[in-house]
Every structure is written in structure tokens, then in C-alpha cells.
């Protein structure tokens, strides 16, 4: 079982600039006032959720609708080095994760430069988590309010739609701190919640 706090000391990250990710994502600057806004993420990604197939995509929904308490939203893109290194350790906290806990789900948001791009990097990666359709995270206020200033970027938002951690520190506004923040974050939440899952990491 995958130790996070190993994990964080495997890979260091920097991210892409702010310009890229403000350019493709079209990130949403909160109105005065609406910093503690809560976010629902599970009704705004109803029809917005997509799956490779093989050499298309096919539309896609919460495996666990309506029982997700906790969504890592992952904003990243094939042609950042730093997304591609992080990517893989995503990947295997997730299907470690997800053998014991079925109450959270990432959400993959590409910045990549097309949709064929996009395809091949979740191909490519083999990434087991369902993806904004490309181009629609414009459509949707909440997930632009969580993109940060560059890649990759991780936040951990509950069912409430309380912004939990974020590669951006508190409120996703602060200084770079890495991706693997969130994940920390949730891992100290699902091991509180299952006391079992403690043992089987050895932490």
C-alpha cells in the first residue's frame, strides 16, 4: 500500500506557468465575497464526464453517484513534464485507495491543446478516473473557480463543497505547494474514517 508521506519525498514539483493554465482554463477570479461559496460538484458534472474508449471518447458518470463524499480534482496536461511525473503516483494512490475506500473519485480537467491530446495522455497513462469533457470545463463555474496558477494542480473538495486542501495552499490562493497535499490530506481523512486502512499502509 502506497505511504503517502514516501510518496512526497520521491518527487519534487514546479509548476507550469500561471500564464498557461489562466490561457486554456479560463480561470474564474471569485466575486468579493464569494470565497467561502460552496461548490456542487457532483450536480455540475452531470453530462460533462467522459471515459477513453479506445480511439474516441464515450460519455461517463460517477461510478458511485451520489456516495461520493470527497472529489481530488486534477488539473493537468501531456505537455507538462511535471504533470507526466506526477501522474503515475496518482494513479497507484488511486487504485490502492479506491481497493478500501469507494467514497471518493478523481476528476481529471486537461489543459491540453486538443482533444486528441488529451486522449492520448489518459490512454497513454492508463488513467482509471472519468475527465471533464474537453473544452467544457468553460461551461462550468465551479471547476474553473478551482484551477490553480500552474500544473499540476490537486484540489480536495468534500460533498459540501468545501474546498478541503489545494496544490495553492488554503483557499487555493496561496504559494505552490505541490499536488501531493491533497492527497495527504485525504488519505489522513480516509484513515480516520476506517482505522483498518491504517494498518494495511503500515503508517
Known amino acids: 500500500m502506497l ?5 512526497c519525498s520521491a518527487i519534487a514539483l514546479s ?4 500564464d498557461d493554465v489562466e490561457t486554456t482554463l479560463g480561470v474564474l477570479k471569485p466575486a468579493r465575497g464569494q470565497g467561502a461559496q460552496r461548490l456542487d460538484l457532483a450536480r455540475d458534472l452531470t453530462n460533462k464526464l467522459v471515459r477513453p474508449d479506445g480511439k474516441r471518447f464515450k460519455p461517463a458518470r460517477l461510478e458511485s453517484a451520489g456516495k461520493v463524499d470527497y472529489f481530488l480534482v486534477y488539473f493537468g496536461a501531456h505537455w507538462c513534464p511535471n504533470s507526466k511525473k506526477f501522474t503515475p503516483k496518482l494513479t497507484q494512490f488511486y487504485r490502492e485507495q479506491r481497493g478500501a475506500h469507494r467514497n471518493f473519485e478523481v476528476i481529471f480537467v486537461s489543459a491540453d491543446k486538443d482533444q486528441d491530446a488529451m486522449l492520448d495522455y489518459m490512454t ?7 475527465a471533464v469533457r474537453f473544452a467544457a470545463h468553460k461551461e462550468i463555474a465551479s471547476i474553473r473557480s478551482l484551477a490553480g496558477r500552474g500544473y499540476p494542480c490537486v484540489a480536495l473538495v468534500n460533498a459540501k463543497g468545501e474546498l478541503l486542501a489545494h496544490s495553492y495552499g488554503e483557499g487555493g490562493k496561496g504559494n505552490y505547494v505541490g499536488p501531493l497535499k491533497p492527497l495527504e490530506k485525504l488519505q489522513e481523512i480516509l484513515d480516520q474514517a476506517d482505522p483498518r486502512s491504517v494498518a494495511r499502509t503500515g503508517r
Open 3 to 7: 505511504r503517502v508521506l514516501a510518496l
Open 15 to 18: 509548476p507550469a506557468s500561471a
Open 124 to 130: 497513454g497513462y492508463r488513467m482509471p478516473w472519468p
